[in-house]
T-cell receptor
């Protein structure tokens, strides 16, 4: 079965540079979530999109922005990178529509490991 | 605001034995979902089991089962016949029930319990 695809898997950037992370949700899933997991930490919610509109916002810095495109893939744009942005970034997708048996399950991609030097 | 607490940072178990991981949560919501996710050394987040708060019956998935105590806001995970491949970080997570019956919002995770299965 198709899973959530994230690219790139690894990314190395310098301080103050910009990074773009991409996420391709499971086909027919209508909701995308972004999480940040620092070293030794639990995942923290950043932002989510439902049907290409921003749905919820968590602890996402103002330097970060995200969007979901017409084909449902999503991109997380990170500018003015700081050392503290080094983390594993997960994308998850789900099917939110009421009535679906699997509507409350978020499936995670393998993550993008961002290292800021 | 909802919080999830996992009071056991690390646990170990012998292969083939049973282990129980604890999780408590705090919420004022009546309808919600609870999950256990597993994160092996590969760092992939893998769903282990889920529980809908309105269901009294405890969820079971093969060797994994939960003890859901809604009044006590407790959601423990029992792993039977532990296998070496069960070695991983285990996260308990909470999610609110959607206003219109669908899923709603993000997962709120506990700090995790690192489980080591020893041969």
């Amino acid at each position: 079965a198709a899973g959530v695809i994230q690219s790139p898997r690894h990314l190395i950037k310098e301080k103050r540079e910009t990074a773009t992370l991409k996420c391709y949700p499971i086909p027919r899933h209508d909701t995308v979530y972004w999480y940040q997991q620092g070293p030794g930490q639990d995942p923290q919610f950043l932002i989510s999109f439902y049907e290409k509109m921003q749905s919820d916002k968590g602890s996402i810095p103002d330097r970060f922005s995200a969007q979901q495109f017409s084909d449902y893939h999503s991109e997380l744009n990170m500018s003015s990178l700081e050392l503290g942005d080094s983390a594993l970034y997960f994308c998850a997708s789900s099917f939110r529509l009421a009535g679906s048996l699997a509507k409350n399950i978020q499936y995670f991609g393998a993550g993008t490991r961002l290292s800021v030097l | 605001a909802q919080t999830v607490t996992q009071s056991q940072p690390e646990m170990s178990v012998q292969e083939a034995e049973t282990v129980t991981l604890s999780c408590t949560y705090d919420t004022s919501e009546n309808n919600y979902y609870l999950f256990w996710y597993k994160q092996p050394p590969s760092r992939q987040m893998i769903l282990v089991i889920r529980q809908e708060a309105y269901k009294q019956q405890n969820a079971t998935e093969n060797r994994f089962s939960v003890n859901f105590q809604k009044a006590a806001k407790s959601f423990s995970l029992k792993i039977s016949d532990s296998q070496l491949g069960d070695t991983a970080m285990y996260f308990c997570a909470f999610m609110k029930h959607g206003e219109y019956g669908g899923s709603q919002g993000n997962l709120i995770f506990g700090k995790g319990t690192k489980l080591s299965v020893k041969p």
